[in-house]
């Protein structure tokens, strides 16, 4: 594997995606945009909703990028090994795509930049996909199984799929793990029955990183413990509600998005993601002001890294304390 700074893996993700044809477009402000639904700007796809809807991006339709997002839903994780409310996110869309090859365009490029280009180990590498509903009258994502089984093969692993994950985690040697619309299924709602008419959405295929090879083998990728580390994920947003009914879009979206800090936490062969670069600095001052060491109480150091973190960025956007809704914003901003 190759270690990086956290600006070598910037440039090495947007370099790649740039080589392979897609155009960068810049963060976009924590405080999103003629946009409600949020406080802050909380995933890479936010932005990029219009252009998911329909309207046509001002410079084409394969976009790269990194995000700074804030997710205040996970505020009550921080302090575990994985959580954070500010992160980079970085991004793949693809609008308007052709519908025969969509998904191998875009897990050939993740594939590729991963394993080939940082090389991460795919022995490490457990991916979830969609097992499909009968309630919902959509199929399981055989295609995108299939692609990311031939990946597995062209390294030499046996791509085995667990369709029972709950009941046997990693036992029967799975990679490739089938869930239901709980935890494969991609909407702004949440949920395909919250979808409002209109909404796009769609099954989506997730990608975990092992921190405990050969850990307890009842864990899965879903499942609540701190083996697998979920690094991406890639939407396949092509369907659309139609009254109860969800109809295939003829051109599907692509969105894409994956945890930079937690790339480099794999990447560079931590568990802890405190421990990458992206924390070192403000972990020295943080050790120098207490006057304690980051294990004497790891629980409130990763609080405060996280939180300081997240409000510097915040700041740096126009963001000032308020009370009620998006009180926050400053004048002039
Ligand atoms: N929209 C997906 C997410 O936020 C992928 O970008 O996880």
């Not at 946009?35 to 998911?52: A, C, E, H, I, R």
């Not at 590498?125 to 295609?143: H, M, P, R």
């Amino acid at each position: 594997m190759v270690k990086m700074t956290p600006d070598e893996l910037r440039k090495s993700y947007i370099d790649f995606m740039k080589g392979i044809g897609a155009s960068q477009v810049p963060s976009s402000s924590l405080l999103p945009e003629n946009d409600p639904s949020t406080l802050f700007t909380g995933s890479g796809m936010q932005p990029m909703v219009p252009y998911l809807l329909g309207e046509k991006h001002p410079i084409g339709n394969e976009i790269a990028n990194i995000q700074k997002c804030l997710r205040t839903v996970d505020i009550d994780e921080v302090g575990d090994t994985s959580h954070l409310t500010f992160f980079e996110m970085i991004g793949r869309w693809e609008f308007k795509a052709n519908e025969n090859n969509y998904k191998k365009k875009q897990i050939d490029a993740i594939w590729n930049w991963h394993i080939i280009e940082l090389g991460i180990d795919p022995g490490r590498l457990y991916i979830s996909a969609f097992i499909g509903s009968d309630d919902l009258n959509i199929q399981k994502d055989t295609e995108a199984i299939q692609i990311w089984s031939e990946k597995f093969k062209s390294v030499g692993i046996e791509p085995i799929i667990e369709d029972d994950p709950y009941k046997y985690g990693t036992s029967r040697g799975g990679k490739i793990f089938l869930y239901d619309e709980k935890e494969n299924w991609w909407c702004r709602a949440g949920s395909p029955l919250d979808m409002p008419v209109g909404e796009p959405g769609g099954p989506d295929s997730e990608m975990f990183y092992d921190l405990e090879p050969g850990g307890d083998s009842l864990d899965h990728p879903a499942s609540v413990s701190e083996r697998f580390l979920e690094i991406g994920n890639n939407v396949f947003m092509c369907y659309k509600k139609e009254d109860t009914r969800f109809v295939k879009m003829q051109n599907p979206n692509i969105d894409y998005g994956g945890g930079l800090e937690r790339i480099a936490t794999a990447l560079n062969g931590e568990k802890d993601i405190y421990n990458t670069a992206f924390f070192l600095n403000p972990k020295k001052k943080l050790m120098e002001l207490s006057g304690k060491q980051y294990t004497d109480d790891l629980k409130s150091f990763r609080i405060i890294l996280d939180h300081v973190r997240a409000a510097t960025f915040l700041i740096n956007d126009g963001a000032e304390p308020a009370n009620s809704d998006a009180g926050y914003k400053q004048e002039g901003y």
